[in-house]
């Protein structure tokens, strides 16, 4: 149920295309002021099932602050931004998008969700850092879908107690998952050359595995089409021997779940991003509070030679 293929074609870099609806044109400005901006849009997509689907799209884009990043993580966190131990720029996206099209969405033809992404610059010495609920496999599943584009060597992705730790280097062509039963509402990103942590908070409905997401692995057919991962992160790199990447840039990126709608019922998924910017010392007191990772074990992740 795919966008991003034409049916019949083998779901391969060469056939993936991003559709028009959602590469080109403007969005309308609805309203704006200092610290906020919404926008609309009509979008027309057709599946790889060839289902087409009409929707409203409306985006609320919105600066945050240290009390709101407090709200979405510790207090704790939001006194040292508050106190200027970190310079901190922060945004959040709210997202709706409705069914208007002539027919009810339904399983068989195929669902759309809400994917909201981050793209940020790569380094040599970044790490993307993603938490997940602690418990074991016969009752979980796997902690992390890591084999997207086949399966990263080892010292490019480490599971520890408390984190899936992934390289954002932009020269291995990789991409993980975190499924319904494992994902939490945070994320991040350590930069240790620029000393910048890039979190993100989203939406996540109280059991996520009741629900329906979109499976977004290349792969046809799917066995479990709506049983697809709530967070991914994606590193670029060459999608062949002697191709050129796309560019330098990794991703965090987050899914609402799905659901059918008949006309005039919509879904909602809600994106948060903060950039902090501090010396080493409060760094590793931001990352211990807001993701619960130690960066010393990080920076040894970081510091294995990558192939």
Known sequence: FGLWFTSGLNQTIDNWFTPPAL???AFQ????????CRLSRR?????????????????????????????????????????????MVAFES??????VGPTDWTMRNGLVSIWTLGQFPTGEETAVIVPYKAGSEAELGPVVQSDYFGEPPAERLKVTPQAVLFRGDGKFRSKLGVSQKRAVPF?????FKTGVLTLVQFSVPADPAA?????????????????GDVFNSYNDGPAKPGVKAMGGFYELETLSPTRPLVKGESLNHSHRTFHLQADAPTLAKLA?????????EVRKFVDQKAK
């Open 211 to 227: 629900l329906l997401y979109v499976n977004n692995t290349w792969k046809m057919p799917q066995d479990k089409p709506y049983a």
């Open 288 to 296: 211990k509070a807001t993701l619960g990772v130690d960066l010393d």
């Open 187 to 191: 994320a991040g990103a350590i930069d």
């Open 94 to 99: 709210v997202n709706t998008a409705k069914n």
């Open 43 to 87: 979008v027309r997509v057709t599946n790889v099932g060839e289902y087409t689907f009409d929707l409203d799209v409306t985006r609320d884009v919105r600066l945050l602050d240290a009390e709101q990043f407090g709200k979405h993580f510790s207090a704790d966190a939001a006194k040292m931004a508050k106190e200027g131990a970190a310079k």
């Open 23 to 25: 590469n080109t044109g």
């Open 29 to 36: 400005v609805d309203a704006a002021d200092a610290k906020s």
